[in-house]
């Protein structure tokens, strides 16, 4: 699915998700306004944000699955992760940077480092 | 006498020229310093992630191993894993993951607090990356170098200029662990509070209660920290020590948003009066979108529950809290 059907495709679910909520009035309960939204950088609706937070779980957690990550691990891994955190990965996850070391480097890359590395460019492989 | 001197002034020149390179940001009356029981796990595979994620958390007084947070951090899909990940996983041990300011000075400062740091480093090129986790324990300004246990090195040795490179090419991101009631010297209390909320939203009360309460001592002049244990309070619907909390944060700065939860509070336990007082004071300080959003919900709230007939009596301990 390309990336634009399926932007927007979430586009369409959020906006029927939050004009559900609108609708639905939910009956007395005290609305507060967490810590960390408060203290989050980007001013956004805080139905848009339980939204999209909502509808990044589901997408992170299909995503790390997609990547070999098993399903009940993705579903704790999920859990844990903030709402700023969500946001960063959601989508991304093919893209986002993935720390594994020098060890990883192979083929062509791996000789085009080596060289860098002996004309003191890099410094992938010391002392491997 | 002429030349030497002109020379001297070349050489003076010169070598300020290569200092600055070479130690970028790095006031020189910083001192050496090695966390030598920092622990080490050599990594498998593409696993530094694990490795270097163990290597902080034991240094911080737990016992984990690289095995147990292969399943937490690693993705096999992409070799490798992300550092949302890193920090999302470190909360689940109870820690608070802050990020540093970005300067080696606030890295070797951390040393000299005895926490290691993890950072991030590209140790490629921006066009072929590679990513890496390596957690620096130690700085010798003598030799202009960092200590890092990194990969299957328990002592990497790496130039200064090196390693800024590398981390420069990784948006300079590091990171260092601490229990909720150490708050690191280099924090800033917005960035205190903004690592320790997630705790909070993901139900840790009790860890998040520690942080704010550190941060209440820390800065004890501050709004925030009570706004954010009045908020830790509500989420465990202990409406009225809320209330109290609350009730400090607005006496030191007035707020559209702690208003809003203070008469979210108050109408549950039935001050309605004090809460829409709250609510009016509240609009009266054209409040962001967001906040607008909340504030118009709670007011319709309150309008339900002032036609429902019921008779409510807004507890003494409350008008007294009010009354202060």
Redesign the interface.
Known sequence: MSTYTRSAARGALIGLLCSGMVLLSFPARAEIIGTESMVATEARSNDLATVQAFMSRDEVRAELQSFGVDADAAALRVAALSDAELQQLAGRIDQQPAGAGALAVVGIVFVVLLILELVGVTNVFTRI | MWTRRAAALVAALLLTACASSATRSLPPQMAAVELEQTPFFA?A?????PA?LATVLAASGLEVLPRDLV??VY???????????????A??YQRVPVPLPQTLEAIVAELQGGRPVLV?L????RI??????AVVVGYDPATRSLVLRS???RR?R?SIA?FD??WQR?ERWAVTLTTAAAIPASATL?GW??A???F???GQWAV?ESA?RAAAERWPQAA?PQ??LG??Q??QRKWLPAVAAYTVALKRAVDA?VL??RA??L??LGCLDAARSDLDRARELAP????G??LQ??R??LG??SADGIQRTCPQAVRELLAQ
């Open positions: 990594q595979d593409y696993q530094c992630g270097a399943s937490q993705v096999p899909g992409r070799h490798g894993s992300f550092q949302a990940e890193m920090v999302a996983a909360r689940r991030f590209n140790l490629g090129l072929l990356p590679v990513w890496h986790y990969g299957r090195e990497e790496m090196r490179a590398a990784a917005q509070i903004a320790s909320a997630p909070e939203s993901l998040a704010y925030l706004t954010a908020n830790v509500a989420a948003g809003n939860n979210s509070a109408m549950e962001a979108i967001a906040v959003v909340s919900r709670t319709s709230q339900a529950l």
